[in-house]
């Protein structure tokens, strides 16, 4: 099927949406969203974009974005690359992490910028992440209040009739409010068995115990990368959850 072109903002404010491939995660530890913030400034700099808003979830990412001279393919482009390649070093990752077409709609009013931002830094509440928007540490939300050269808040402030504190606090909207369904885990325990069989063969406990020990380390760092969580692979091979967390963290010893 045909892809239909993409929509253009007159007003060069688009906000975008990144997506993990397969709805696989795209952070798994803290050092992964500071590096996509990383890549995040070195492309505005590079571009010459503004960074008006930001949420990174475990497995996709929300931005709000003027360009300047670069389109916003290009801009989404740069930054995807940047991180893309960061993460499949990292991770021995082999493949997209990211969705081939990223989502963007062009944001043309002020009405529909006012409903957009408390709805895009809600979205770790709604995905059960956070109690209260601004302790998210991963969105520029709790940036209101301490500006950065990351986040453009004087732009911000100049396209708002409204204080951007205040619109925080303003109700969320309901538009879109599925998209913060991509955190919840998709994975269930007959999923995740069949993902582990697919990867190493093993189709209980004492079958994953016949593997070798760098094996079994790879197996649990791939099936995070799945997004299955600590508890769930857990389950899966008969570790608790600590025990998991041990192997996910050995397994960085033998990356290459």
């Known amino acids: 099927m045909a892809r239909h072109p993409r929509q253009l903002a007159e007003s060069g404010i688009y906000h975008v949406m990144m997506r993990g491939t397969n709805r696989d995660a795209i952070f798994l530890e803290d050092e992964d969203f500071q590096q996509f913030l990383k890549a995040l ?4 700099q590079a571009s010459g974009c503004l960074v008006l808003a930001y949420c990174l ?6 931005l709000v974005l003027r360009t300047g001279t670069e389109p916003i ?9 940047r991180y893309a390649g960061w993460f499949n070093r990292k ?10 077409r990223f989502r963007s709609r062009p944001v043309e009013n002020d009405a529909y910028l006012v409903t957009l931002l408390p709805y895009i ?38 396209l708002l009739a409204i204080d951007p504190i205040e619109l925080a606090t303003a109700h969320v909207p309901t538009e879109d409010e599925t998209v913060a369904k991509l955190d919840r885990p998709h994975h269930n325990l007959e999923s995740a068995a ?17 593997l070798g020990a760098v094996t079994q380390q790879r197996v649990v760092r791939e099936l995070r990368t799945r997004s299955l969580s600590y508890a769930l692979i857990g389950r ?18 033998h990356r290459g």
């Open 73 to 81: 393919g290009v801009v989404i482009k740069r930054l995807g690359v």
């Open 91 to 100: 991770y021995s990752h082999v493949g997209h992490v990211f969705q081939d």
């Open 57 to 62: 979830m475990t497995n996709h990412v929300h």
């Open 236 to 253: 899966l091979i008969g570790r608790s959850r600590h025990r998991v967390q041990r192997m996910h963290v050995a397994a960085d010893g």
């Open 121 to 158: 830094w809600n979205n770790p509440v709604a995905a059960g992440m956070t109690p209260r928007p601004e302790a998210y540490e991963w969105s520029s939300r709790r940036l209101l209040d301490h500006p950065t050269t990351l986040v453009d808040d004087a732009a911000l402030r100049e």
């Open 41 to 44: 400034v070195e492309t505005k």
């Open 194 to 210: 069949d993902l582990l069989r697919r990867m190493c063969g093993a189709t209980c406990p004492e079958e994953f115990d016949d």
